[in-house]
């Protein structure tokens, strides 16, 4: 059974940054896309970041985060990463660490919804405050 577990979250000021930490635990070897989404109060949860296993690695980003986001991952590990840089107030919301098992590298570089991924993570609140 796998298992996700987020840290790193908290409140920081406009332009400061965090960075976010996933530990993974169960069904490793067939996770090969995991992902950083976001929710706030109201609204569906949004796909900030992708980080697809196979081959070389490679990523996405959703436009409101290219160039201040990095999604990463260290294998050794098990723990994916999101390096948030140049926070703004619209960034705050509980983020969440997502997993898929066993998918095509283009869907998961294709910034699929939620509902294609199996297994989350708790949640951890970022707050940036103006």
């Known amino acids: 059974q796998a298992q996700l577990v987020e840290s790193g979250g908290g409140s920081v000021q406009a332009g400061g940054s965090l960075r976010l930490s996933c530990a993974l635990s169960?069904?490793?070897?067939?996770?090969?896309?995991m992902a950083w989404f976001r929710q706030t109060p109201g609204k569906e949860r949004e796909g900030v970041a992708f980080f697809s296993d196979i081959g070389d690695g490679d990523n996405t980003y959703a436009d409101s985060v290219k160039g201040r986001f990095t999604i990463s991952q260290d294998a050794a590990k098990n723990t994916l990463y999101l390096q948030m840089n140049t926070l703004k107030p619209e960034d705050t919301a509980i983020y969440y660490c997502?997993?898929?098992?066993?998918?095509?590298?283009?869907?998961?570089?294709?910034?699929?919804?939620?509902?294609?991924?199996?297994?989350w993570g708790q949640g951890t609140q970022v707050t940036v405050s103006s």
């Open positions: 169960g069904v490793v070897a067939t996770t090969n896309c």
């Open positions: 997502a997993g898929a098992r066993a998918v095509p590298r283009s869907w998961c570089l294709g910034t699929p919804s939620a509902a294609g991924f199996n297994y």
